[in-house]
């Protein structure tokens, strides 16, 4: 394996379980339902296609548990979650 000592090697991230994927889903969407109640907002860095689809679903459940329609945005960085327009 060959290295550029000016360029460190990207990180290697490890795919979640299916256990560690519903245990993150469970946590978040308490955290995205506070702060959607606390603020109408939720951002945070969602890098990865797999984190997005994590903070999607627990957008879906925030919703659902709010008793009010959300959308999510996400741009490849970062994700957005908040109330729909109604």
């Not at 990865?48 to 925030?62: D, G, K, L, N, Y």
Request: proline share 7%; hydrophobic share 40%.
């Amino acid at each position: 394996m060959s290295y550029d000592f000016g360029i460190p090697p990207a990180p290697r991230r490890t795919p979640l379980t299916a256990e560690e994927k519903i245990r993150a889903e469970a946590a978040f969407s308490d955290l995205v339902t506070e702060h959607l109640a606390t603020s109408g907002r939720f951002r945070i860095t969602a890098d990865t296609p797999e984190m997005i689809e994590v903070f999607q679903s627990a957008a879906r459940t925030a919703g659902d548990k709010l008793h009010r329609p959300v959308v999510s945005y996400a741009n490849g960085r970062d994700i957005v979650i908040t109330f729909a327009e109604e």
